[in-house]
């Protein structure tokens, strides 16, 4: 698999939960979470367009070489970050799935970051 495509790869599996900032109902359902409070379903929408973020700018990186470090070291420390809070604590089943996606995505971005140090 080229950096390329894991880049691309890695980039829709952290932007794709970016669209629960325009379905506010797919947090709840995405997290197991009541977002019910409108303060905290302002937060998680905040939260999924930070997302969004991380992932347009792995996709970003895969195709804008300049981009390319910045944009793993950002999205290798959104994915640690998430993980560590969630195996670090009380988390529900969901929060659970998700962190371990997370962990995935960040095995296929390890894979990345070797291809690009031995290019």
Do not use: K, Q, W
């Amino acid at each position: 698999m080229t950096l390329t495509v894991l880049l691309v790869i890695v980039g829709l599996i952290n932007a794709v939960p970016g669209l629960a900032a325009v379905v506010p109902g797919a947090i709840g359902r995405a997290y197991g979470v009541d977002a019910g409070d409108r303060d905290v379903a302002t937060l998680l929408r905040h939260r999924a367009v930070l997302l969004f973020l991380v992932g347009a700018a792995l996709t970003a990186g895969a195709f804008i070489e300049p981009l390319r470090d910045a944009a793993m070291i950002g999205g290798a420390v959104s994915m640690i970050s998430y993980a560590a809070l969630v195996f670090g604590g009380a988390a529900n089943r969901r929060l659970r799935v998700v962190a371990v996606v997370d962990v995935g995505a960040l095995g296929l971005l390890a894979v990345a970051v070797c291809l690009r140090l031995a290019a």
